[in-house]
């Protein structure tokens, strides 16, 4: 079992950054993919970034040039620098990793950006 706890969202305005982290504890070593997805209100879930065990990324067109996920494994941390942030990114961020037979989700973290 894998858990993730997600932190550093918040209030920010418009044009500035946020750095998410995602502490992953437990059977970290059978991690594969992680990822960054985000909830809007009365939208549905989607992607924002993923980031394979090699390194390999994949960003959503509308947070490529402006959001940066990386991980650190030595530190069981997956990161997602935000910059130049809008208002459209105001959601409930969620991490997520995937195993081989497994994905788990963390509780999310609320992002408010403001004009």
């Known amino acids: 079992q894998v858990q993730l706890v997600e932190s550093g969202g918040g209030l920010v305005q418009a044009g500035g950054s946020l750095r998410l982290s995602c502490a992953a504890s437990?059977?970290?070593?059978?991690?594969?993919?992680m990822g960054w997805y985000r909830q809007a209100p009365g939208k549905q879930r989607e992607l924002v970034a993923t980031i394979s065990s090699g390194g390999s990324t994949n960003y959503a067109n509308s947070v490529k040039g402006r959001f940066t996920i990386s991980r650190d494994n030595a530190k069981n941390t997956l990161y997602l620098q935000m910059n130049n942030l809008k208002p459209e990114d105001t959601a409930v961020y969620y991490c997520k990793c995937e195993g081989l037979y497994y994905y788990t989700w963390g509780q999310g973290t609320q992002v408010t950006v403001s004009s």
């Open positions: 437990g059977s970290t070593f059978s991690i594969n993919n």
